[in-house]
């Protein structure tokens, strides 16, 4: 019988819940940068029923990357608590340690300001204008939590970069030894590193800039002169917010830009807005334009030399060095493509990557 005076849970009381789940890791060991250049990690949020997507995106990593690298450890989260095969079959795949953390309830579930028949009557209306994945609560809380709280998951306390790998994505070139990612960013002082750009669509965060704005009104210390910053690329003549973004489903970022006071304020200054509910706020387009209010130029690195596919936007290198380590078609890349952005960002990141792409534009076409 129960002791009435121990706080049990439902869970405790209900024996069918949670019957197969893993305890969460909470910290990661202190050894697991040993021989590692860089405390880096790859990070993926999950769940189960992705297992064989998660499988599939960390054997790509494995075998163009980590396995013939010192094999960097990765954090898997999941908004539930991950089943022992998920942990099974997603270690088996990994060259480094993996570690299982679950998400704070409180950082994923509707905030306490957030009116839910506003965010069901937003749903509903985003529905009958078509907009994409406008149906589900499960995207909008996933990209609150990518966009501002991840990196307080204690799992990331001692990571300085953290590259984001989504189920079901694919990379299409060797990173063998001398290509690291991560001590690319880090010997180069980079904040965020990017492959490919795109466009919002206007509907799904038409009050993000007007909240942007406001921001950047209450707190002009802040701000990056715009001369020094991708500012330009964001936005057009009549200063408004052109909907370009990097694309964050691929990134590598250092865990002290996101962490920053900067960086912080404009989350939950947007947070207690609620576009996240209330429209359909994206990571990307946030973390782009906080990158624009904070970072400089030179904080930007553009990895052309990192295929990437995932949900047939694709990234292959264009430079006749690079290609010939990837099994990506350098026909469909998505920079090539008029809803992306790219050449007008590396006129300002990455000048030289415009000549490498002029170049080898030439070469496919018989020019050279």
């Keep these: 019988m129960d002791d009435n005076s121990i706080p049990f849970t439902e869970r405790d009381r209900t024996s069918h819940l949670y019957k197969d789940a893993v305890q969460p890791d909470l910290f990661m060991d202190e050894n697991v940068w040993d021989g590692l250049p860089v405390k880096g990690a790859f990070y993926m949020i999950v769940k189960n029923e992705e297992l064989q997507l998660a499988r599939s995106s960390m054997r790509s990593i494995e075998d163009r990357f980590n ?50 028949q506003r965010t069901e009557n937003a749903i509903r209306r985003m529905i009958y204008l078509g907009i994409q994945k406008s149906h589900s609560l499960h995207q909008r809380q996933l990209m609150r939590y990518k966009a501002g709280l991840f990196q307080h998951h204690s799992l990331f306390n001692t990571v300085d970069y953290v590259w984001r790998v989504e189920p079901g994505s694919e990379y299409t070139c060797n990173m063998f030894q001398g290509d690291d990612p991560f001590q690319t960013m880090k010997i180069n002082n980079k904040k965020m590193g990017f492959t490919i750009t795109t466009k919002e669509d206007s509907a799904t965060s038409f009050s993000l800039w007007p909240a942007t704005l406001e921001f950047m009104r209450k707190n002009p210390h802040l701000i990056t002169k715009a001369d020094s910053s991708i500012m330009p690329w964001l936005v057009t003549k009549e200063l408004q917010y052109n909907y370009c973004y990097i694309w964050s489903d691929f990134e590598i970022v250092d865990m002290e830009f996101l962490r920053s006071e900067a960086y912080q304020l404009f989350f939950q200054y947007l947070d207690l807005v609620g576009g996240f509910f209330y429209e359909r706020w994206g990571d990307g387009p946030v973390r782009s334009i906080a990158a624009a209010m904070f970072l400089k130029r030179e904080d930007i690195h553009f990895f052309n030399e990192i295929g990437y596919n995932h949900d047939s936007i694709k990234h292959c290198p264009f430079k006749k060095s690079l290609i010939k380590n990837c099994s990506c078609d350098y026909r469909g890349n998505h920079n090539f493509q008029s809803q992306s952005c790219t050449i007008n960002l590396l006129k300002q990141v990455s000048p030289q990557s415009i000549d490498d792409m002029i170049e080898f534009a030439k070469s496919k076409m018989g020019v050279l």
Excluded: C, M
């Design 67 to 116: 396995s013939h690298n010192a094999s960097y450890p990765w954090v898997l989260l999941n908004s539930q608590h991950f089943t022992s095969d998920f942990k099974k079959y997603t270690s088996r795949v990994a060259s480094g340690k993996v570690y299982f953390g679950q998400i704070d309830l409180e950082a994923w579930t509707y905030p306490e300001w957030i009116d839910t």
